[in-house]
């Protein structure tokens, strides 16, 4: 059974930087296509960032060039770090493999970006 665990989220000003965090488990983790996803309130959840086994990354137009996904095959985690924060990218991320599977989605990391 898949677990995905996040962590990091917070309360940060508008051009700020957060590291988030997500510790799989029940996965042959080094094999799988890792992304982040965040969803806003009213909003459907969407693909920020992936992160293929040989460390390929992808990006949401809206981050790129703010967002950095990383990947430790050792650990099983893949981070997040999020720089020059925008009131926009306030939402609940979350990790999961890409294509997401439905059962393993956690309870999310919350960041919200103040003006």
């Known amino acids: 059974q898949v677990q995905l665990v996040e962590s990091g989220g917070d309360l940060v000003q508008a051009g700020g930087s957060l590291r988030l965090s997500c510790a799989a488990s029940g996965i042959i983790f080094s094999i799988k296509t890792m992304g982040w996803y965040r969803q806003a309130p009213g909003k459907q959840r969407e693909l920020v960032a992936r992160i293929t086994s040989d460390f390929k990354t992808n990006y949401a137009d809206s981050v790129k060039g703010r967002f950095t996904i990383f990947r430790d095959n050792a650990k099983n985690t893949v981070r997040l770090h999020m720089n020059s924060l925008k009131p926009e990218d306030t939402a609940a991320y979350y990790c999961?493999?890409?294509?997401?599977?439905?059962?393993?989605w956690g309870q999310g990391t919350q960041v919200t970006v103040q003006v």
């Open positions: 999961n493999l890409w294509p997401p599977t439905a059962d393993a």
